[in-house]
């Protein structure tokens, strides 16, 4: 009975500290999310803010549990690509939806590939 005890109590706590974790480190994100969209969308579109304010708020969501994960480059990956792809698949007659989707997902591509071959060229 007192190994039936013991291994309850085990995973209660285990089960209190798997709950109770991703709520106190929810507060960093959904407290910078909306006050990242409402600067950005000023003067962008929604889809780029949202996609721009979820970046900014993860990174900042783990620096504050102190993890040291590499941070995405928002800036870097929805610059110059994004514009220009927007630019050019809007002048084709494409809905803006579309176009915004399509570019958000061939910029990031666009970024992630050209830092694997990066990285991948700099071990040779």
């Known amino acids: 009975m007192a190994k039936f005890a013991a291994a309850m109590l085990v995973l209660c706590l285990v089960f209190v500290a798997a709950v ?6 929810a507060d960093v994100y959904s ?8 600067k950005c969308e000023k003067d962008n579109g ?8 979820d970046t900014d708020c993860f990174n900042k969501d783990f620096d504050s549990i102190h993890h040291h994960v590499p941070k995405v480059e928002a ?3 929805y610059g110059h ?4 792809c927007l630019d ?6 494409q809905g803006y939806n579309f176009c915004e989707m399509k570019c958000d997902t061939d910029c990031f591509n ?15």
């Open 88 to 93: 050019k698949c809007d002048s084709q007659g």
């Open 20 to 25: 109770q974790v991703p709520k106190v480190h």
């Open 110 to 124: 666009e970024d992630v590939t050209a830092k694997l071959k990066n990285k991948f060229s700099n071990k040779n």
């Open 81 to 84: 690509c994004f514009t220009s």
């Open 46 to 53: 929604y889809t780029f803010c949202e996609m721009k304010c």
């Open 75 to 77: 800036d870097h990956v």
């Open 31 to 38: 407290d910078c999310l909306p006050d990242c969209l409402k």
